[in-house]
Every structure is written in structure tokens, then in C-alpha cells.
């Protein structure tokens, strides 16, 4: 089943392909032949490689099923696929750690996540120090730090303590806060779907990150979720990309499995 699956058709069509230099069609022949590939021009004011991100307002991330991980409970590195709505791949993400980190620290680990377009060039770097992570304890809160292009800083995600419900500030470049997330009474990761709301410091709601259902066997033997990301066509784009960054720090904190 293609990424697009669980959502309505978009009006994007994607370009055939053309010849590019051959270390890009290197790149690609590893790839997926259903994909987005047509190089997006420059934008004023868009951080380069986002330009993608302005023409559309649903995102659905897939982490891909890791066979030693579903059979032995050895902890990889979590790879996702990230898709439009109508199934084609547009970036690609791969956790960036080292084995006795993974094993040790489990979903609490520190990581670096390098997003990827299609001709594999690195986008959006999303960072997280490693921290202790309970309800209960408000002395050392989660966050992220989200670059896009990698090495100029967008955005920052930060858990808000709160003792019963997840709670996040999403902040710009410098350090203002602009949107919060807020999800169910801690996490529900038991639920088949939970929603994050998106929302202004208003308190309106105006996009999800939603964790969806994968079926019986991936849920109980593997840690392999999907999730969709919907949020307005107009948002910044340098939040959108953010918005990619929280929906991993969500995965980590509430639906990876412990070894």
C-alpha cells in the first residue's frame, strides 16, 4: 500500500523522468520509482530544499520496518519515508547513532535526524539532546532543535511540563514562540489513532499530528508507525519543517518500544 493511502488525492502531478548527472541517477536507482522528483526552483525567502513544502498542506511519515529489529529486539536506526497525499515519496529521514547508544538509552536516546530529498541531498537536520523523560519530573523537559538548509537554525521544539497531558512550544529561529501541541492525557500510545493538536497561542486549532493505526502485527512486534502531519497551505514553511521534526520527537517519546 502506497504512503497515500489514507488520504484524498492532491492536485500535484509529479514530472517523468529526465536525465540528470549520474551520480544522481545513482542515488535515485536506490530509490523507490514512486517518487517526486522534479527539482524545485528557488524561492524568495523559503530555505533551499523546503520549496516542496509550500505546495501542499498534508504530509504522511512512514517509518520503514526493520526485519532484525521485528525478530531479535535489536535496536536500529529509524528510517521513514515521508509522502505526499497521493503516495509519492518526497524526502527520505535516517537516524543518525551509534549501536550502544540505541541499546542502552532505547526511545530516551539522543539523535540526529537527517531529512533527504530525492536526489539525496540533506534538506533539514532535526537534533535532540539526551534527557530524562517522566511525567512527573519537570527538572529536565525534551527538546529539539530543527536546521534547514543543515547549519541555519528554523526552529525549536519544547515540551512544556505538565503532569497528565503532553504539551510542546514550537518556537522560530529566535526563540519566540508561535504555535503549541498538545496531545491526549499522556500520549494514549495504547490507542489505535491519537491526534496532537496543532495550535496558535490563541489556543485555535489548526492542524494534527496524527499516529495511525498499522494493523495487529506491526503494532505488537514491531515499532514501525505512521503518522500524518496536516496543517494549513500558508503556515511558514520554516514551521512546516518544524512540524517534521515534532512528529519524530513524538514517535520517540510515546511509540517507540523498549527492548
Known sequence: MGCGALYGAETLKSARYSPYPKKTQDKAAMQPMNMYMVPNPGIPGCPPGLEYLTQVDQLLIKQKVELIEALAGFESNNKYEICNSMGQNVFYAVEENDCL?????????????????????????????????????????????????????????????????????IE????????????????????????????????????????????????????????????????????????????????????ETKN
Not at 526511545?107 to 537527517?114: C, D, E, V, Y
Not at 527538572?139 to 510542546?168: D, M, R, S
Not at 508561535?178 to 495504547?190: A, I, T, Y
Not at 511558514?236 to 521534526?245: E, L, P, Q, T
Request: hydrophobic share 40%; proline share 7%; with cysteine.
Open 101 to 169: 547508544t540505541r541499546q542502552c538509552c532505547g526511545p530516551l536516546r539522543s539523535f540526529t535526524i537527517r531529512v533527504l530529498d530525492n536526489f539525496g541531498e540533506e534538506i533539514i537536520t532535526v537534533s535532540r539532546p539526551l534527557k530524562c523523560m517522566s511525567c512527573f519530573f519537570p527538572c529536565c523537559l525534551q527538546e529539539l532543535e530543527i536546521q534547514a538548509p543543515p547549519g541555519n537554525t528554523v526552529g525549536y521544539v519544547l515540551q512544556q511540563w505538565h503532569p497528565f497531558l503532553p504539551k510542546f512550544t
Open 172 to 255: 522560530n529561529e529566535h526563540r519566540e514562540p508561535v504555535l503549541k501541541l498538545q496531545g491526549p492525557f499522556c500520549g494514549w500510545s495504547c490507542l489505535p489513532d491519537v491526534d496532537f493538536e496543532i495550535l496558535t497561542m490563541d489556543e485555535v486549532s489548526i492542524g494534527k499530528i496524527s499516529k495511525q493505526w498499522t494493523g495487529l502485527l506491526r503494532e505488537v512486534f514491531t515499532d514501525s508507525d505512521n503518522f500524518g502531519i496536516q496543517f494549513p497551505m500558508d503556515l511558514d514553511v520554516r514551521m512546516k519543517a518544524v512540524m517534521i521534526g515534532a512528529c519524530f520527537l513524538i514517535d520517540f517519546m510515546f511509540f
